[in-house]
């Protein structure tokens, strides 16, 4: 999140920019080496039971090595899933891109948006929506209680910004 002195490609001053992606612990690096070992120990282990005679069992030591890579596939495209949202005085402006690649773009008037927030007592805040002229837009789905807080007070705060338009300061 960042808020500042940026500004978008109508020349308008940012009021507030965040870019939100799914977290991910294991960076491509970390899932090789993951791989390779357990790799490894699949092969090793599998090679026991060759020995022991029950060689069909290195078949499934494979199918598990398998489905380990196929489950990292799947984890790693869904981190391909980006939201980006923008505030300026005139435009409130939502990027999604899902992890396929398709992008969906929202624009709406900052003046007629209202910052839903849905909490549960024990968890904090579930679910943030932004609601304008009927339209029910889902945002921050991946961040956490905390971060989805801490994003719709920021989120918030330059709506209000917004709101109350440009300052005005006579030159004297």
């Known amino acids: 999140m960042s808020t500042g002195n940026e500004f978008d490609r109508a020349g308008e001053a940012e009021l507030f920019s965040a870019r939100l992606r799914p977290h991910r612990s294991l960076n491509r690096t970390g899932f090789l080496v993951l791989m390779a070992f357990v790799s490894a120990v699949s092969f090793a282990a599998g090679l026991a039971f060759l020995l022991m005679g029950a060689w069909p069992v290195l078949g499934f030591f494979g199918l598990d ?27 409130l402006w939502v990027r999604r891109v899902s992890p396929r690649g398709h992008v969906v773009e929202f624009a709406f008037n900052p003046l007629w948006v209202q910052l839903d927030r849905k909490t549960h007592a ?3 805040v579930e679910k943030l ?44």
């Open 129 to 172: 929506y932004l609601l304008s002229r009927g339209r029910r837009i889902a945002i921050g789905s991946f961040l956490g209680a905390d971060e989805k807080a801490r994003f719709a007070n920021a989120l918030a705060a330059a709506l209000q910004a917004a709101r109350r338009g440009p300052t005005y300061n006579p030159i004297n």
């Open 122 to 124: 024990e968890f904090g």
């Open 65 to 91: 090595v398998l489905a380990i890579y196929w489950a990292f596939k799947i984890y790693f495209r869904r981190a391909r899933a980006c939201e980006e949202i923008r505030v300026t005085a005139s435009e």
